[in-house]
């Protein structure tokens, strides 16, 4: 059994094979109509979505299977202060496999640590979302033909925007990728993804504010939300809230075959001007990201002989705390707080939750 909490979780020859079986599901859906007939899928959703949690539950009934769950944290005995680990105990006895999406960091590494069933991390607050990251890998390699040699260029929250965060982890273990990280100073990568992802991996990239003066070097173009809800002080949000609005005036600037990126929800950084460009992709990733979660909800439950533990044995317990508010060691009961060393320094070790630094 096996969980997938970060894009890591697979190798780069397993993520070749699941978009091999999501293009050959989109091909012949018919072949994949009872793949998981008798199977359920809980989808635990503590947060607000529109996109991860439909398409999981679509994908589930598209290969025959059945879906329980619930879609808000208010609506489940999270509410009555239940944990999530207990809540993970539980839903394993329904379920034969847990997609959940949490406000707190590292909160699906606890239900996997629990759960007699595989979980799928479907987004932990501003730490990670796998399975967008797998949908846009599937993206670029239908609308580019490769997954190696790309300039890639994220544009605004890259601090909470936890599918920057998941894809750059991602394209980081290909060959001849450049990262342009386009941000307000404010809202610059968080360092366990700068030093411990892309310095460890040697790779190409330059910080920047300026997206105009980016886009003619683009091979993709990866918009983003400014995340409100991760904001701790409104007026910041406010001020930031527009750094970034890309408009058909501005795309004159890009290649013709740059491709446009958006997670959505979009809410003012691409003009609808722009969606009728045949650069634009965003509505093309959720399509994707339906067949991309029929393969991986395949391949969790089909998979014979796989015996990697969750935890490393590089980590260490309970000897420094996580003191990150968001971090699910803040709420979840008698949590043994792990660590890990830094891949980037001996001296510095991170929590293994949320991957802030807590020495
Ligand atoms: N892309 C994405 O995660 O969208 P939802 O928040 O609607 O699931």
């Known amino acids: ?6 894009t890591v979780d697979l190798t780069t020859q397993e993520i070749d094979e699941l978009i091999k079986t999501a293009d050959d599901i ?8 009872e793949k998981c007939k008798g199977k359920k899928l809980a989808t635990l959703f503590f947060e607000p979505s529109t996109r991860t949690r439909l398409s999981f539950e679509a994908a589930m009934l598209e290969l025959g299977g059945s879906v329980i769950g619930f879609s808000s944290a208010s609506s489940s005995s999270a509410s009555k202060g239940e944990s999530v680990a207990d ?15 949490h406000p707190e960091e590292g909160a699906p590494l ?15 607050g501003g730490h990670k979302h796998p399975t967008q990251t797998l949908t846009d890998l599937l993206t670029i390699k239908r609308e580019k033909g490769r997954l190696d ?20 982890n991602a394209l980081v273990r290909y060959e001849g990728i450049k990262f342009v990280l386009i941000s307000p100073q404010e809202l610059r990568l968080p360092s366990y993804v700068r030093y411990d ?29 400014i995340q409100q809800e991760r904001f701790a002080d409104f007026d910041e949000y406010e001020r930031l809230k527009d750094s970034y609005v890309l408009t058909v005036e501005k795309l004159k600037k890009a290649k013709e075959d740059m491709i446009i990126f958006h997670p959505l929800p979009r809410v003012n950084e691409i003009s609808v001007k722009i969606d009728n460009d045949p650069r634009a992709c965003y509505f093309k990733q959720v399509l994707n990201g339906k067949h991309m979660r029929m393969a991986l909800i395949l391949k969790l439950l089909t998979e014979k002989d796989y015996d990697k533990p969750l935890l490393g044995d590089d980590v260490i317990a309970n000897v420094y705390r996580c003191e990150n ?35």
Request: proline letters at 3%.
């Open 1 to 6: 059994m096996r969980s997938i909490i970060d």
């Open 26 to 33: 989109a091909a012949h859906p018919e072949k994949y109509a």
């Open 87 to 101: 809540t993970a105990k539980v839903i394993s006895c329904y379920a034969d496999i847990i997609a959940m999406r």
């Open 110 to 124: 606890v239900a996997a640590m629990n759960a007699s069933v595989p979980v799928i991390n479907a987004g932990d």
């Open 149 to 168: 040699n790309l300039v890639v260029g994220f544009c605004g929250d890259l601090k909470y925007g936890r599918t920057v965060h998941s894809l750059i």
């Open 197 to 225: 992802t892309l310095d460890k991996e040697n790779a190409v990239y330059e910080e920047t504010s300026d997206l105009e003066g980016s886009l003619p070097k683009l091979d993709v173009l990866y918009m983003t939300r």
């Open 325 to 359: 508010p968001r971090c699910i060691t803040s709420s979840e009961q008698e949590i043994v707080h792990y660590c890990r060393k830094a891949h980037s320094d001996d001296n510095i070790y991170r929590c293994v939750y949320c991957d802030k630094k807590v020495k």
